[in-house]
């Protein structure tokens, strides 16, 4: 296990080590694990040092800060290949995601016991992203229903928009929907 926190994000080596320390709660492997990629045996690392790079910023200035707020978490998920997106998407072999999980500058997490809009809501207060979204989030089904996506755009890689979204159940059409701002399912119409 090296300790690589030191190294700049934007000289981050495309190859680390899975155990490798990437900021001072993280490894190198949680930028990359999937359950379904296992599963699948689709090989989920990464091909390209942006990638890393950009997944190794997203990992400090959002991961790293949310763990140190709010204890220990691991976060559902960062990096994806356009492979695992395609099977996560059922999606055919010549779709192309446009999904910034892909660039590495995005992740879902949850925070055990933590009402996941209060969660989207921190994140929105109190850290630089891109865009939020609270993903099927409903409070009837405990604290833990859903989960936030927070993408950040590494610098000199574009702007961070600050955009909030919420991927909600419209109760007219019974169906999953964006829509602008958080909330929680059965609460926004499309």
């Not at 694990?33 to 990992?59: G, K, M, W, Y």
């Not at 763990?67 to 290949?81: A, E, L, M, Q």
């Amino acid at each position: 296990m090296a300790d690589l926190t030191g190294v700049s994000w934007d000289k981050f080596p495309l190859r680390a080590a899975p155990s490798d320390q990437v900021s001072k709660n993280f490894k190198f492997y949680e930028l990359t694990a999937s359950e379904t990629a296992e599963r699948l045996l689709i090989d989920n690392r990464f091909t390209r040092v942006a990638e890393v790079r950009a997944a190794v910023h997203l990992c400090r200035n959002v991961l790293q800060p949310i763990r140190d707020k709010f204890g220990r978490f691991t976060p559902n998920s960062v990096f994806r290949c356009q492979e695992l997106e395609r099977a996560l998407k059922k999606k055919r072999s010549n779709w192309t995601s446009a999904s910034q999980h892909t660039l590495g500058q995005a992740c879902d997490i949850e925070i055990p016991g933590m009402p996941t809009l209060e969660l989207a809501d921190w994140v929105a207060k109190n850290l630089e992203f891109d865009q939020i979204i609270c993903e099927c989030y409903d409070p009837r089904k405990g604290p833990n229903s859903g989960w936030v996506h927070v993408s950040m755009v590494p610098p000199g890689m574009g702007e961070n928009r600050g955009k909030l979204t919420s991927y909600v159940l419209d109760p007219r059409s019974g169906k999953y929907v964006y829509v602008a701002g958080l909330k929680t399912s059965g609460t926004a119409s499309a």
